[in-house]
């Protein structure tokens, strides 16, 4: 029974890269076209493989609601939380994971550091969008006239000296962040808080979610916070994997 649901799985990536007749569909799982025609029913029944009129079987609709409703349902915050937590358990600072909401960047889950200083944000709450570290992952990800129109539409207010400064310099900030798949906000906002973030992706590679790791300069300095980037980035991939339900990495999506 294994070697059946093996098989009759083998099917659904070989169709995935296109429509097979019988005899590839056989040649490929290395069984008799009989063994084939049978496991390509059963699979054609449930609405998972269409037999087209050239005889030639195709990925079934039913497949694709499927899917669809598999990603509907997902809870990137759910998925997310106990990796937030063991994350925060480890090394002690404020943990945040954020999403990209209608022009907005909002914190969809929080777990506070253990230190007596604490960081003024809440879940819900819209961060500081040209600045903070987690947005700059979300909106680097946004295609490039998008990306372009929001930045030339957003306000830039100096927090600080290091805030940037007009729409020039952060489209050049986010294709660094692009290219390098982090970001930081070192006092951008707030001179005495510094942040690093990595990038959550969905099974096709795009970012749905950005995590972050804060801590003010009285605890820990930047050049100090910059070393958990790699944890950071492990962690941000662990929860990628788990959401995208993939054991592998998962590469970029290049935005057209």
Same mark, same amino acid.
């Given at each position: #029974?294994?070697?059946?649901?093996?098989?009759?799985?083998?099917? $659904?990536?070989?169709?995935?890269?296109?429509?097979?007749?019988?005899?590839?569909?056989?040649?490929?799982?290395?069984? &008799?076209?009989?063994?084939?025609?049978?496991?390509?029913?059963?699979?054609?029944?449930?609405?998972?493989?269409? *037999?087209?009129?050239?005889?030639?079987?195709? /990925?079934? =609709?039913?497949?694709?609601?499927?899917?669809?409703?598999?990603? !509907?349902? /997902?809870? %990137?915050?759910?998925?997310?939380?106990? &990796?937030?937590?063991?994350?925060?358990?480890?090394?002690? &600072?404020? +943990? &945040? $994971?954020? +999403?990209? !909401?209608?022009?907005? %960047?909002?914190?969809?889950?929080?777990?506070?550091?253990?230190?007596? %200083? *604490? #960081?003024?944000?809440?879940?819900?709450?819209?961060?500081?969008?040209?600045?903070?570290?987690?947005?700059?992952? /979300?909106? =680097?990800?946004?295609?490039?006239? !998008?990306?372009?129109?929001?930045?030339?539409?957003?306000?830039?207010?100096?927090?600080?000296?290091?805030?940037?400064?007009?729409?020039?310099?952060? $489209?050049?900030?986010?294709?660094?962040?692009?290219?390098?798949?982090?970001?930081?906000?070192?006092?951008?906002?707030?001179?005495?808080?510094?942040?690093?973030?990595?990038?959550? *992706?969905?099974?096709?590679?795009? +970012?749905?979610?950005? #995590?972050?790791?804060?801590?003010?300069?009285?605890? +820990?300095?930047?050049?100090?916070?910059?070393?958990?980037?790699? $944890?950071?980035?492990?962690?941000?991939?662990?929860?990628?994997?788990?959401?995208?339900?993939?054991?592998?990495?998962?590469?970029?999506?290049?935005?057209?």
């Amino acid at each position: #029974m294994s070697q059946t649901v093996d098989r009759a799985l083998s099917i $659904l990536p070989l169709l995935a890269q296109g429509p097979a007749d019988l005899g590839q569909v056989a040649e490929r799982l290395g069984v &008799h076209k009989s063994t084939a025609l049978r496991l390509l029913r059963t699979l054609h029944e449930h609405g998972l493989v269409y *037999r087209q009129q050239d005889q030639r079987y195709r /990925l079934g =609709a039913r497949l694709f609601a499927l899917a669809q409703e598999a990603v !509907e349902n /997902l809870d %990137v915050r759910e998925i997310a939380h106990p &990796h937030l937590v063991a994350l925060n358990e480890q090394i002690g &600072h404020t +943990v &945040h $994971l954020a +999403v990209y !909401e209608e022009s907005e %960047v909002l914190y969809i889950d929080k777990v506070e550091s253990r230190y007596p %200083v *604490r #960081m003024y944000s809440r879940i819900g709450k819209p961060v500081a969008i040209t600045v903070a570290a987690v947005a700059k992952l /979300l909106l =680097a990800d946004l295609p490039e006239p !998008e990306r372009r129109a929001l930045a030339e539409k957003l306000d830039y207010p100096m927090y600080t000296s290091r805030s940037i400064p007009d729409s020039a310099a952060f $489209l050049k900030e986010l294709a660094g962040v692009r290219d390098q798949g982090w970001a930081t906000d070192l006092g951008g906002h707030e001179e005495s808080i510094n942040c690093i973030a990595a990038a959550v *992706r969905g099974a096709d590679g795009r +970012v749905v979610a950005a #995590m972050s790791v804060s801590a003010p300069n009285v605890v +820990v300095t930047a050049e100090e916070l910059l070393t958990l980037l790699p $944890l950071v980035r492990r962690t941000a991939d662990a929860i990628s994997r788990e959401y995208s339900g993939s054991n592998g990495n998962l590469p970029a999506k290049e935005a057209p």
